[in-house]
């Protein structure tokens, strides 16, 4: 899918369609956030790169919420069930000045996510752990 580019008539500003998929990356990050509670800083969790820099699109797929304090995130219900192999995400979401507007048809499980499963164990068993929801 190529990018769907519009002009803003009233501002000029321009209105760009981005694609996001789950992948390994989102994954790990959503695992680090879980692993270390739930809530977290971004500057704490000792992200490489690549996750420092996608990690905010897991609000697209309802997986982890920004909070107002100290510029933390926290996981959703959804994330921890997610990471247990509870429920399925949607494959891929279109988002246009950072919200979601349309998901994909097909939703995945964390086992069906490319280069997921040999982790998946891993994540369970951390995501089994009491989250701050649970406490």
Known sequence: MKNNVSIC???????????????????????????????????????DNTQFANFQKLRYFGLAIPTNEH?????????????????????????????????SDELVYITEVKDCVQYKVNWQKQAGQPTLFEQ
């Open 9 to 47: 008539p009233m501002c000029g500003h321009k209105l760009v369609e981005y694609k996001h998929t789950m992948n390994k990356t989102l994954v790990s990050c959503l695992a680090r956030l879980n692993a270390m509670g739930g809530r977290a800083r971004l500057d704490k969790m000792n992200l």
């Open 71 to 103: 510029n933390e995130w926290q996981i959703t219900n959804n994330g921890v069930w997610f990471l247990q192999g509870k429920i399925q995400i949607y494959r891929f979401v279109i988002t246009k000045n950072a919200k979601t507007i349309r998901q």
